[in-house]
């Protein structure tokens, strides 16, 4: 068993925003949003106080909260306003909105740190036994409402941290696993594996604060899922805490015992229980990383390239195509004289509107060198400039960089947030199209039209993720309502045009409504009816997932 | 839209056997048989006769009967006995026996053949209203009891067969996919695929006869799964119909939008409903098939090999490793003098009890000569002794023999099983162990000392599938005794030694006692909890699956 030391967890996040620091934007990046959007004023406001927040005093029954006290300890079951903030709301564009501003519409009556498997049992008893809800916090990084405080009628509710739960429990060298308790995050288990020579591969852009538990809860995909597999497909085994009693799916390779209840578990997003551990496939950490970058001409001939090195078995580990949008956005973003070049020597080679390829391979020398050289006809053939290792270097330093940016653009005013699908390739385009068109639309009724880039990223054999940054001015008075009405026009065209409702940021309270669409009563029936066998007084995480009846 | 043309699937199944046509035993294979095992009488019996088979006369109430009538055609109701017997159970070695003997201990009331969606949703609330429970049937090629008749108390029960549902609906060449009836059959699918240049690649032992619905519903896994992945990988979107309606997961690439609805139906085994329609991820036809073979010293080198080739990133296609009982068995069935070479040359290596491992990569030249490439030293590290192209030329030729050759053994008064199972790399000696010594112990108490070989396949990063084959003398008077006391322990081994219930066999009625216990009481309560909701009068497939309560 080891033991996250201090210091090699990050610091908390910033109650109203992303990590602990502040980022600059570049000039040109800021001169472009200016330009196209007659957003990003000069002077970022004042970081917010969080004094400022008001927030109703948490009404958690006395005798519960003895209870609770009597289970993980007094310091462990905290009520005070700061707590109670942190465990408010994950951290989509409207969440910032609402705590930048203070208004924190609901908070959790009190924020209880078990940890052991045995005290979350217990805290789910008597939570059951009070009619208080249980939402289940891990980072703290959902940007679909996954963590948001969300009242059950007039029922207290508690958020139980995972903080705690931080535990290596277990490394199997031989079939290579490691069993992690579900607080785990995503820096803490890559430097522990690291240590043993191993790496599990996943990074997602939360990936400093993210927990191995929030991974499974929401089927988290990596930026080198396509090599890697997505979270989902790294579970070998995992333990559920439910109201009735533990749910244990023993690790091991798969099986043909019946529906997959690994597959129940996975993805269920605290409506059915506390995810507390998780046994993943870890793998030998690779010797040697090779990325490198390509322009294309158009996106059509990217995804076309990607879906080809796909199905021909000579898919990279990390595939990320950006759209002529986007690629210019991060031209902008890349300060000085590199980023001129690129841009003159691309419209010299014929590509005007270039759309920027990474592509990356990772394992030892042998494995990488045979795998870029079955590829490389492949990607010629698609008419791609190969720009060499820099831009993808560069990708590849700045990956967990999007949330900060977002808290710079936020400081200027900007509306800012991510929308994301997965497709088959057949209805690739007309799944991009329509959203964009949808958030254009949308953003333009308001009088605010948005710059909308996209990329193509997790590719498979049959189709792959579009993950879709919107950039506006903020309607001042109604920025809630300006991006509530694009994104249900944007999630109303990805159900209308074939696409998946998430690719991997999960359901949350945001996607709820359009389950019943992407599912059929008979999928909404299987998932209630699953509820209430193993919740049957509906305590858990109210209001996700699953639409109410 | 693509119908089976005469001539393109294969002539059904002899009622009381496999195939049509007879398998001769090699004489070296007959000796080793007489001399170990006391086993392989000269004269084969007769071919047993479908009059001799007793049979309770069909009681389908006859209100029941006039509406399936009505909506399938009478045609198409069928209570024959030929055909009852016919649908009355699958292919494991106990169905061999009770058919060949004229014991059919139970048989459905009719056998209803209805060919859309909306005839098996009708039939399915025709039944529901009458209290009838329904046996989905595809190809009819379990060997854990999947298909056998088996009542729900006095209810009565017909076979819902789905071999008029065997249209391939659609082919996507963008995203390759195609979109199947569930009663296609292996030969079938792939005919159609390969006029397209494509193939599906799923090639289980069952392939000939097997259905892509009963794929699904069992989470079959074929020969090269190691490279083409397991069918529920395969499966891109399917719909199941359930007496409460259709469950339709839409086509596409993987999705975060909840508990994953497809792999609930997936391995459902027909206790939830009828499943009607699948569409799966298929792949250009590989222009290269390399199969080659070696021989290793023990097992334990051989497993160590393929694990090192699935962690460092080298897995072939097929991987196939028998231990040194399987691979003399197979050497004894392999005639002439080839393999009395083939022993001479390996003995003269220091390889006294080899063990034959057969590997194979399919695609285009390229990909195929860098992946063998890659893989050679690993190879050859191992102490591998390469045995060239033949031996697994002549596997691949002979791989959907073994059901042939288990009708000649039975003939022979063979007692003849395969048992399977998975395991972690870290557990596979434990689990191979103790299994083997359950069955010999077993069979040894009997009086009938067993051959047990076993052979390694299917592998993954974190484990592989173990497959066992157990010959003995069959205990004349008590040959159900003699293996359902072997079965038993055989599979509470697998169990205590924390093997899988099931690789992918599945779980049918054979599996279903131990069910709890390797899903524990929580588990188990979710798959009753679906069941209720898509089931509620209980009329599917009675006692498969899910213990009885």
Redesign the interface.
């Known amino acids: 068993v080891s033991r996250p030391a201090r210091g090699s967890t990050p610091p908390p996040l910033r109650w109203w925003g992303w990590g602990d620091r502040d980022t600059a934007l570049a000039e040109p990046f800021l001169a472009l949003l200016r330009d196209e959007l007659g957003a990003a004023s000069e002077a970022p406001p004042e970081c917010p106080r969080i004094e400022h927040v008001s927030l109703l005093p948490g009404a958690l029954p006395a005798r519960l909260r003895r209870r609770l006290v009597e289970t993980v300890g007094g310091f462990h079951v905290r009520d005070d306003s700061e707590e109670r903030i942190r465990h408010a709301a994950g951290r989509s564009y409207l969440d910032l909105i609402a705590l930048r501003s203070g208004r924190v519409a609901e908070a959790p009556d009190a924020v209880v740190h078990p940890a052991s498997d045995e005290e979350i049992q217990t805290v789910l008893r008597v939570c059951a036994d009070a009619d208080c809800s249980v939402m289940p916090f891990g980072g703290g990084t959902s940007v679909v409402g996954g963590v948001n405080a969300s009242r059950d009628r007039g029922r207290p509710l508690i958020a139980l941290a995972l903080d705690r739960m931080d535990l290596l429990l277990d490394v ?1 060298r ?4 490691a069993t992690l308790q579900a607080g785990s995050r995503g820096p803490w288990i890559e430097s522990e594996l690291a240590q043993r020579g191993l790496t599990l591969g996943h990074h997602p852009q939360s990936f400093e604060y993210a927990t191995a538990g929030g991974y499974a809860a ?4 990596g930026q080198a899922s396509t090599g890697y597999g ?1 979270f ?1 497909q790294m579970l ?1 085994g995992l333990r559920m805490l ?1 109201p ?26 605290g409506v ?1 229980g506390v995810i507390s551990e998780v046994t993943v ?1 870890v ?2 950490r690779p010797r040697l990383r090779h990325y490198a970058a390509w322009s294309l001409q158009t996106f059509h001939a990217g995804a076309g390239l990607i ?1 080809d090195l796909l ?4 898919a990279p580990d990390v595939v990320r195509l950006a759209d002529a949008e986007e690629t210019r956005a991060s031209l902008a973003m890349a300060r000085g004289a590199a980023a001129r070049m690129a841009r003159r020597y691309l419209a010299a080679r014929g590509h005007a509107s270039p759309c920027l390829l990474i592509l990356g391979w990772e ?2 020398g ?2 990488v060198g ?2 870029v ?2 590829a490389s006809s492949t990607i010629r053939g698609a008419g791609a400039v190969a720009l060499g290792e820099r831009p993808a270097q560069a990708w590849l330093y700045d990956r967990f960089e999007g949330p900060y940016l977002r808290d710079a653009l936020l400081d200027r005013g900007l509306l800012v947030e991510t929308v994301e699908t ?6 690739m385009a007309s799944v991009r199209g329509a959203v964009v068109d949808a958030l254009r639309a949308s953003l333009e009724a308001d009088g605010t039209a948005p710059l909308v880039g996209s990329h193509l990223s997790h590719a ?6 579009l993950y879709f940054t919107v950039l506006a001015r903020r309607l001042e008075g109604d920025a809630v309502g300006q991006w509530t009405r694009a994104k249900r026009a944007a999630t109303d065209a990805i159900v209308a045009s ?1 696409g ?8 949350g309270l945001d ?1 709820a409504a359009w ?1 019943t669409a ?6 909404i ?6 509820k ?3 919740d049957p007084a509906g305590i858990m995480n109210p209001n996700k ?2 639409p109410p009846e």
Chains 1, 2 share one sequence.
Not at 244 to 269: M, N
């Open positions: 199997d031989s079939s290579l696993t929401t089927r988290s995909a997505r989902d070998s439910t009735t009693g533990a749910l244990t799916v023993p690790a091991g390779p798969p099986r043909a015992t019946g529906p997959s209840l690994l597959d129940v578990i996975a993805g269920s997003e059915l496939r793998r030998s879906r199905q021909s078995g000579r394992g030892d042998q494995t045979a795998r050289r079955a997965s497709a088959p390739w057949h209805e498979y054999r049959d189709g792959a993720s074939g998946a409702l998430s690719h991997h940021h999960g359901i996607h389950m992407a599912h059929g009563d008979r999928g029936a299987v998932l209630r009816a699953i209430k066998e193993l997932l699953i």
